[in-house]
C-alpha cells in the first residue's frame, strides 16, 4: 500500500486540513484598476470615462452597454448603476513624458515596469499608478492626486479654473468606504434631481395657462369704449356725411398724371393720313366686303373664297 522502502510519511500529507484563503497580489489589483476597463477588461484608451463611484470605463464599451443591456453580460453588474451617458464623465488625464508603451518592446522580452503610469497629476507629478490617491472633478473632469488638493487649497480647478464644490471631488479607485460615501452622494444628486423635474413641470403649466390668458385678455389699447351699435352707426354717418368732391379727388389723385382712357382712342378714319396708309387698316372701305363676296359658312377663315 505504498510508504515501503522507509519512507516516512508527514502529517499534512495524510490528513487534509482547510484550504489557504488564495491572496490576490496587490500590484495584480492595481494595474487591473489603473489599466483596464472596468467594463469591457481592456486596456484603457482614450476617451476614457469615470463615473460616479469613481471607476475607470473605456466610452466606446460605455455605450455598447448602453445601447445593449442584455443579462447575460457577466460584467454587466460593475456599470449596473449608469442609466445613461450622463452618468459619466470625461477624464481630462495628463501624459506622463517618462512613459514610453510598447515603443521599445519589439521582440517581447523587455521588462514592464508596473510602477510607471501612463499620466500623471499635473500639479505635483506624481504617477497615477495606485499608490497615490486621485480623484477628478465632476464639473470639468480634470483629475489630480489628493495630495495636490490638500496642499493647494482652492475652489477653483487648477487647469482650467472652474468652480467647483466638495461634492464635486471624486475619489478614483477608492477603498469600500471611499464607495459608500460616493454612493450615498449619487443617490442624494438623483433624488434631488427627480425632485427637481417634479417641480418644474407644475410651474411650467402655470406659465402657459398666464400666456393664454393674457392673450384672451386685450390690452388697454385694444379696448373699445362705447357700445358696438352706437360706433356702428357713427362710422355710417361719417361715410355718408362725406362731400361730394372727395370721391373724384380721391380717384383722381391716385392717377394722377395719366390722360383719361377716351383720349387715347382715335379713328384713323378722322386723321390726316394719306389714303395708302389708311388702306393698311381693316377699317378702311376697301377692306369691308359685301355679303356675296363673304366666305362660306364651312370655311375657318373669311378671306377664303
Known sequence: M???GGTIPKRHELVKGPKKV???DKN?????QWNYC???QEILRRPIVACELGRLYNKDAIIEFLLDKSSEKALGKAASHIKSIKNVTELRLSDNPAWEGDKGNTKGDKHDDLQRARFICPVVGLEMNGRHRFCFLRCCGCV???RAL???KAEVCHTCGAAFQEDDVIVLNGTKEDVETLKRRMEGRRLRSKLGKKTKKPKVAESLSKSDVSEEAPGP???KTGKPEETSLDSQEKKTTLPPGSAAQGSSSGKAGKPPCGAMKRSIADSGESEAYKSLFTTHSSAKRSKEESAHWVTHTSYCF
Request: hydrophobic share 40%; proline share 0%.
Open 28 to 32: 495584480a489589483e492595481l494595474v487591473a
Open 38 to 40: 472596468t467594463l469591457s
Open 150 to 152: 490638500k496642499e493647494i
Open 221 to 223: 389699447s385694444k379696448m
Open 2 to 4: 505504498g510508504c515501503d
Open 22 to 24: 488564495e491572496k490576490v
Open 144 to 146: 489630480f492626486s489628493e
